[in-house]
């Protein structure tokens, strides 16, 4: 009964272990079809004709996850033209610009994206754990160290403010 009980087991195990492989390749591919066809509806339209400044963010953010960061900045500019956004939507988009620069290795360029956000929106948690990075970045151990711990006020659950705090008080505490 053994004997025949472990192959049995054996090929079981891998049929699982290949449906789970298969439902994830599948589900990606379907993620990507779905991104590439917002892509090139979006690039089709704003080729045409003027788009709205949501085309332009949703356009930006999509070559943004594709890490084509140049390309992504001058749609978050041209939505930001506009004038159309405000409050949250046009804080997203300052956030996603902040991003794409940070990216880039323009930290200065990405902290007045941030600050911008953060002008509209105060409580934006992102954009203060994103400001907080780049001033990291650049070695500014005290403004990132505020930047943490305003988003731990505003979301005192903040894994990442609460992380990255406790590593520079550690490191302004060890050089003090």
């Given at each position: 009964?053994d004997?025949?009980?472990?192959?049995i087991?054996y090929?079981?195990?891998?049929?699982?272990?290949?449906?789970?492989?298969?439902?994830?390749?599948?589900?990606?591919v379907?993620k990507?079809?779905?991104i590439e066809?917002?892509?090139?509806?979006?690039?089709?339209?704003l080729?045409?004709?003027?788009?709205?400044?949501?085309e332009?963010?949703?356009?930006?953010s999509i070559?943004?996850?594709?890490r084509?960061?140049?390309?992504?900045i001058?749609?978050f500019?041209k939505a930001?033209?506009?004038?159309?956004?405000?409050?949250?939507?046009?804080?997203?988009?300052?956030?996603?610009l902040?991003?794409?620069?940070?990216?880039?290795e323009q930290?200065?360029?990405?902290?007045?994206?941030?600050?911008e956000?953060?002008?509209?929106?105060?409580?934006?948690?992102?954009?203060?754990n994103?400001?907080?990075?780049?001033?990291?970045?650049?070695?500014?151990a005290?403004?990132?160290l505020?930047?943490?711990?305003?988003?731990?006020?505003?979301e005192?659950?903040?894994q990442?403010?609460?992380?990255?705090?406790?590593?520079?008080?550690?490191?302004?505490?060890t050089s003090?």
């Amino acid at each position: 009964m053994d004997s025949v009980a472990s192959p049995i087991l054996y090929i079981s195990l891998l049929l699982v272990l290949l449906g789970s492989v298969a439902f994830f390749v599948v589900r990606q591919v379907l993620k990507t079809r779905r991104i590439e066809s917002a892509l090139s509806r979006l690039q089709s339209k704003l080729n045409k004709e003027k788009g709205t400044a949501e085309e332009y963010y949703e356009l930006g953010s999509i070559l943004l996850e594709k890490r084509l960061f140049t390309q992504a900045i001058a749609q978050f500019q041209k939505a930001i033209k506009l004038e159309t956004l405000e409050g949250q939507d046009l804080a997203a988009v300052y956030n996603a610009l902040g991003f794409a620069y940070f990216a880039q290795e323009q930290y200065d360029l990405a902290i007045k994206q941030y600050k911008e956000a953060l002008k509209l929106l105060p409580e934006y948690v992102t954009a203060l754990n994103n400001l907080g990075h780049s001033y990291e970045r650049k070695q500014l151990a005290s403004p990132a160290l505020e930047c943490y711990e305003q988003a731990l006020v505003i979301e005192p659950s903040n894994q990442t403010a609460k992380r990255r705090a406790e590593s520079l008080r550690k490191r302004l505490v060890t050089s003090a």
